[in-house]
């Protein structure tokens, strides 16, 4: 039995979610037999870590302050092993702009986008090159947060007089935005958990069929608004290429514990949208889906993700 602290709600948009999320886990790693406290993020945090002296932390915060890299980096001043993705990996997953640059490298394919910062756009004029942003990447286009998540911000672009709307809707999430080109094709979630020796495996491929054509907050977390099908209903050659992509998105951001690589499938090849680094445990979510699936159940999958974070040999990123 270990000494847990399950960090949940904090200050996002996904405060909400991370409630439930927090409170499913806390209630297996409980089956499970283990001594569970659950933490609210908030200014006494740090001192209760200190007072509680708990063997790990499972982190179930979503978006900024538990994606971010911000409470990993807290835990390793706290000498506290914690689970999912280090410090580094969680900037650049939590961060739209840089995962792709960082996917572009690695070699993986993910749709074309334009970076635009609020700092540009009152010190240098930057809003002069939104047409041209536009015009380059062809409607329709998404604009959305650099860093939020559950779709917030996001909107949809078909036409010129829409641009100026989105793009004050997505500053209105976030400092920093991106511009995406809109495609289309099966969504296919691929949920990846280490295994007891280190190496990151696929639960399966989850294909998102949303009822109401969009796959926002409301489609994510309302039961019955979305189906999906697990396995996903697409070719084995494709199904084939997106597990590689997933497998080399995951590696190329220096993801480890567990993490979830969102695609859109376009004409036969995958092209990563996200990735999540804590991705929600909701009863609606794709990750414990995929494992329930392949018989998994949750308890297990919980149970997986903790052993990973107690290894003493794991070097986080």
């Known amino acids: 039995m270990a000494k847990l602290v399950v960090l949940r709600g904090g200050h996002s ?7 439930v999320t927090g409170t499913r886990v806390g209630r297996a790693l409980e089956r499970l037999g283990h001594d569970v406290h659950l933490l609210d ?3 006494s945090t740090t001192e209760n870590l200190i ?4 063997d790990a932390a499972f982190i179930c915060l979503h978006g900024p302050g538990g994606e ?15 689970t999912g993705s280090g410090p580094l990996s969680s900037i650049r997953c939590m961060d739209k702009d840089y995962a792709k640059r960082a996917l572009q490298a690695a070699g993986v394919q993910t749709p074309p986008f334009r970076t635009f910062l609020r700092r540009a756009m009152n010190e240098m004029g930057a809003a002069s090159a939104l047409n041209i942003a536009a015009e380059s990447l062809g409607y329709p286009f998404a604009v959305k947060p650099a860093r939020e998540g559950s779709s917030f911000g996001l909107s949809k672009v078909d036409e010129p007089d829409g641009l100026l709307e989105a ?11 991106i511009l995406e080109k809109w495609i289309e094709g099966p969504e296919v979630s691929v949920p990846i958990v280490e295994s007891e020796s280190g190496e ?18 409301q489609a994510k977390y309302t039961p019955g608004a979305t189906d999906f099908a697990i396995p996903a209903e697409v070719s084995n050659v494709v199904a084939e290429q997106v597990e590689q992509t997933a497998l080399t998105a995951y590696k190329a951001l220096g993801c480890s514990g ?3 690589i969102d695609t859109i499938v376009e004409r036969g090849t995958p092209k990563v949208l996200d990735v999540k680094t804590i991705p929600g445990f909701t009863e609606t979510s ?11 159940s949750f308890e297990k999958l919980v149970e997986r993700i903790l052993s990973a974070a107690l290894k003493d040999e794991v070097v986080k990123l």
């Open 286 to 296: 794709t990750f414990p889906l995929a494992a329930e699936a392949v018989g998994m």
């Open 258 to 260: 567990f993490a979830r």
């Open 68 to 82: 971010d890299g911000t409470v990993q980096a807290l835990l390793e001043t706290l000498d506290i092993p914690y």
């Open 167 to 177: 793009v004050y809707e997505a500053f209105g999430y976030d400092a920093k935005i």
């Open 200 to 217: 990151p495996e696929i639960l399966g491929l989850v294909e998102i069929r949303p009822r109401g054509g969009e796959y926002d907050f």
């Open 51 to 54: 007072d509680l002296a708990p």
């Open 41 to 43: 993020i908030e200014d």
């Open 13 to 19: 948009m996904e405060r909400d979610v991370s409630f």
